[in-house]
């Protein structure tokens, strides 16, 4: 990817310690397979214990922060306004999202600018809320939504997909339905749904060819759980299409039963709305 | 519906040669090249005088004269629009009172919300009320057949679409072929024997309709059939598609004629087959021949 | 891509087309545009492939440099893909306008090329932790006619295919620093293995249907796409969803099922002509663009 060359990059290209772990030693042993059991005892399907909440950022129009596991993802959404160089008459309105790591959240430490897989995630949220976003209800306006992962976990971007919707919707951003997003990883046969940052690391890497089956990969699928509808689809690895079925309907299962504790958190957050007028209204009396 | 017809991929070794016979000697002439050295000509478009009071070319193309006005004709320009010329165009933009209409010309050209008919068919004055709502009757990206009414001073050209047989065009495919390759007729709407409609514009734009069910033209040319069009109708509008490009690549006149003389000649191919260069030649090679014997 | 305007008419035409399984240009939903491919066709280069597709024009330049492996990955070598939407193609595509298309296509063959499965890149290490070979695939769209991935993955394909890079007589590390030799005959080369090399087939969800290869004008009709990498044995290296709609989850089943079996055919018969151009001999006459 050519680099920006106008603007002034950091100090000279620095490399991060632990490659010079030795490899052979006990304490550093990484895994190589995905083990049968799960770290944290979960099963093959279970999803990790989420915490929302919205209305977080004081500043913008909408926010939210999700947690899952030790994945913190904090967004914000502001106010529709004029797309910038734009001339001509377009009949919807536009959805600007950016996606971005801070630079202490992975193992490996992130430059401040997007770098090329920041960017692709950006225009993969911004497809995943593009068809839940009532997008003829501004015309010749953007929304600009700004997903910031401050620990990454595994699954960071499932997870700013959910946070984003909630963000939206906590703006009152016209939405035909919440986004739901699950992470799955396929390593030889076995999938697990809501991947830690280890089994990540794992299912992106080819496992052995002495192996009998050479599937490995990882897939992020948002769905839309109220219609029934995949709204954005990313895989990446090399699969077999006979793996690719049960994923996706144990996904999409998944996301349907994430849907009930996004609503609740919006519902809280109304009710306290409401309370909080409530007392403004009988202190003026 | 898990058919999957082979993929041929092809060679450069294998490629089959475009060039068909040209014609006899034509007056070509390319820029900077002497037209006439005489004097008492006079020059038109495409030429220029040089130092020497000899005449030139100035662009690349054909000898017209007519008495003593030379003047070279570009093969391959933007449409001129000429008064009385039908035009197919695509609406740009709406701006106050008028849209802007892409005819393949130099400039955009202006239909102006006096010049077409109202739904309804009623003739009556233009209220406040139909500029606000200019975009129920024709919106960004919609077909158009118009005529050109009248031209302004600086090239550009005026549409209406006073008449019935004109207005917004509904289902069917629209091509784009050079705006040389049309002649100037007497009537440019032919109903074809095989029932779709051809419209061939000007300015290039060439206009095939599908044969829809409802014929109802009350309406003042604003309604839009959006039923579904049968397989046959779908199958003669695909093969005509193919016939006017393979006659647009191989430099043919279009007409009704030579569209004619192209379909049947490719009756012995399927529709899809009509894209590969083989039938290519072969079509533009018999339909040459057949308007020659005249 | 850039988008054409077409009437609402225009549109419901196409679509009820799609659904009766016959196109605007007379072909089924699963039919492909004739295509012409021609490689080595740029003797500066180490490979190099030009695709026509209907409309779409594509060259592709492969050059091979030798730089150092990253330190995470001593023992392979390294691939990069840069597109370039030249302003030739369309007026829109000048400056930066062709910017974001040109990263979604690089990107898109990144993702396709990054597993081991469909390129090794352990053989192109030359000194693990010194030197190793870069190879830069540069591709240039001429002529942009719809179905811009399809055709730059095949050029892509066949560009890799008939690359050559120059044989290694020599690496040794001299006091710590590597000493390089190569051989000086220029017949003398290795080829890449490119039976594994991916192909990307893009589905255009129009209606309820999905249609391969599509134009510019079936492009517009679309409410969202599914590019796939398919490998020859018909498993996906990377699948994703492009376009602003949705889709229902027994529809992306089924989209991923037609395009494994087009991606299949796609890459035997792109390899066959490649065989058959190899065939022909170092001796065959080089078109190019003439004619």
Redesign the interface.
């Known amino acids: 990817m050519p680099v920006d060359q106008r603007r002034i990059n950091g100090p000279e290209v620095t490399i991060p310690y632990n490659i010079y772990f030795d490899s052979n030693a006990k304490q550093t042993e990484t895994r190589k397979t995905l083990p049968k059991k799960r770290t944290d005892g979960r099963d093959s399907t279970e999803l990790r214990k989420i915490f929302v909440k919205t209305g977080i950022v004081s500043q913008a129009k909408g926010s939210a922060y999700i947690e899952m596991g030790k994945t913190k993802v904090v967004c914000s959404v502001f106010d529709p306004r004029e797309i910038p160089n734009k001339t001509?008459?377009s009949l919807q309105g536009e959805l600007f999202c950016e996606f971005k790591f801070s630079p202490f959240s992975c193992l490996k430490r992130k430059i401040h600018q997007q770098d090329s897989e920041e960017k692709e995630y950006s225009i993969i949220l911004q497809r995943a809320l593009e068809s839940a976003v009532c997008r003829h209800e501004f015309p010749n306006f953007q929304v600009d939504v700004y997903a910031l992962v401050l620990d990454n976990g595994g699954s960071s971007l499932a997870a700013a997909i959910m946070a984003s919707s909630l963000a939206l919707s906590d703006a009152s951003v016209p939405m035909f339905g919440l986004v739901t997003a699950v992470t799955a990883g396929i390593y030889q046969d076995r999938f697990y749904l809501d991947l830690t940052e280890e089994e990540e690391v794992i299912c992106s890497k080819a496992p052995d060819e002495s192996t009998s089956s050479r599937n490995y990969g990882i897939v992020i699928q948002a769905n839309l759980p109220q219609h029934g509808q995949i709204s954005e689809f990313f895989h990446v690895g090399s699969m077999d299409l006979a793996n690719m079925k049960p994923t996706v309907e144990a996904i999409t299962t998944a996301c349907k039963e994430l849907c009930p504790v996004m609503q609740q958190c919006l519902v809280k957050s109304v009710l306290k709305a409401l309370k909080r007028k409530e007392n403004m209204e009988k202190e003026d009396q | 519906?898990?058919?999957?017809?082979?993929?041929?991929?092809?060679?450069?070794?294998d490629?089959t040669?475009?060039?068909l016979t040209a014609g006899e000697n034509i007056g070509f002439y390319t820029p900077g090249q002497e037209v006439s050295s005489q004097t008492g000509f006079m020059r038109g478009h495409g030429t220029y005088v040089d130092e020497e009071e000899t005449l030139r070319a100035s662009v690349a193309g054909v000898l017209e004269k007519v008495n003593k006005l030379i003047s070279v004709r570009p093969l391959k320009t933007r449409y001129q629009g000429e008064i009385g010329d039908v035009v197919v165009g695509?609406i740009?933009?709406?701006q106050q009172k008028r849209w802007k209409v892409d005819t393949n010309s130099k400039m955009d050209s202006v239909l102006l919300l006096s010049s077409v008919n109202l739904p309804g068919g009623e003739l009556r004055r233009r209220s406040a009320e139909d500029e606000q709502t200019m975009r129920r009757y024709l919106?960004?990206?919609?077909?158009i057949c118009a005529e050109v009414q009248s031209t302004f001073a600086d090239g550009s050209l005026s549409l209406h679409t006073r008449v019935l047989k004109y207005g917004?065009?509904?289902?069917?495919?629209?091509l784009k072929v050079s705006p040389a390759l049309i002649k100037r007729k007497k009537t440019h709407f032919h109903n074809l024997a095989n029932g779709a409609i051809l419209i061939l514009g000007n300015n290039g734009y060439v206009w095939i309709g599908?044969n829809t069910q409802e014929k109802d033209q009350s309406e003042g040319g604003f309604t839009?059939?959006?039923s579904?069009?049968a397989?046959q109708d779908?199958?003669i509008?695909?093969?005509l598609?193919?016939c006017i490009l393979i006659l647009a690549e191989c430099n043919i006149l279009l007409t009704d004629t030579s569209v004619t003389y192209a379909y049947e000649e490719s009756m012995k191919y399927?529709?899809?087959e009509?894209?590969?260069?083989e039938a290519i030649i072969d079509v533009a090679l018999l339909t040459q021949q057949r308007l020659s014997q005249f | 891509m850039a988008d054409i305007?077409?009437?609402?008419?225009?549109k419901?035409?196409i679509l009820?087309?799609v659904d009766?399984?016959?196109?605007?240009?007379?072909?089924?939903?699963?039919?492909?545009?004739?295509?012409?491919?021609?490689t080595k066709?740029m003797p500066q280069t180490n490979g190099s492939a030009?695709i026509r597709l209907?409309n779409t024009d594509v060259l592709v330049g492969v050059k091979v440099e030798v730089d150092t492996p990253f330190p995470d990955n001593p023992f392979e070598g390294k691939l990069e893909f840069f597109v370039d939407c030249s302003a030739n193609a369309t007026p829109a595509f000048e400056g930066k306008g062709g910017d974001s298309l040109a990263t979604e296509i690089s990107n898109t063959l990144a993702l396709a090329y990054q597993s081991p499965h469909a390129i090794n890149l352990k053989t192109l290490s030359i000194l693990p932790h010194q030197q190793c070979w870069k190879i830069y695939v540069d591709i240039l769209i001429l002529q942009c006619g719809g179905n811009l991935f399809d055709a730059v993955s095949?050029a892509v394909k066949a560009a890799l295919y008939s690359t050559e890079i120059p044989k290694v007589t020599a690496a040794t590390l001299d006091g710590g620093k590597p000493d390089i030799q190569l051989s000086d005959d220029p017949y003398d080369c290795i080829k890449l293995d490119a039976k594994n090399f991916p192909v990307l087939v893009t589905l255009c969800k129009i209606g309820d249907?999905c249609v391969v290869d599509p134009s510019s004008e079936e492009e517009t009709c679309s409410s969202a796409s599914i590019v796939l990498s398919t490998l020859p044995d018909g498993r996906f290296t990377s699948v994703v969803k492009m376009g602003h709609g949705s889709l229902q989850p027994t529809t992306l089943i089924k989209t991923l099922?037609?395009g494994k079996?087009?991606g299949i055919?796609?890459n035997a018969?792109?390899m066959?002509?490649l065989k058959?151009?190899d065939a022909?001999g170092t001796n065959?006459?080089?078109?190019?663009f003439l004619?």
């Open positions: 001509g008459y | 519906m898990d058919e999957c017809p082979p993929i041929t991929v092809r060679l450069a070794v490629r040669d475009m060039n695509r740009t933009e709406l919106q960004e990206g919609d077909l917004k065009l509904s289902q069917g495919i629209m599908a839009q059939d959006l579904r069009v397989l779908r199958e509008c695909a093969r598609r193919n399927t529709p899809s009509l894209l590969q260069s | 305007p077409l009437s609402l008419a225009e419901t035409f009820h087309g009766a399984n016959f196109r605007n240009d007379g072909r089924i939903r699963n039919e492909y545009r004739a295509m012409e491919l021609e066709l030009r209907g095949i249907n099922e037609i079996l087009v055919k796609l018969s792109v066959e002509s058959k151009e022909l065959r006459p080089i078109f190019g004619r």
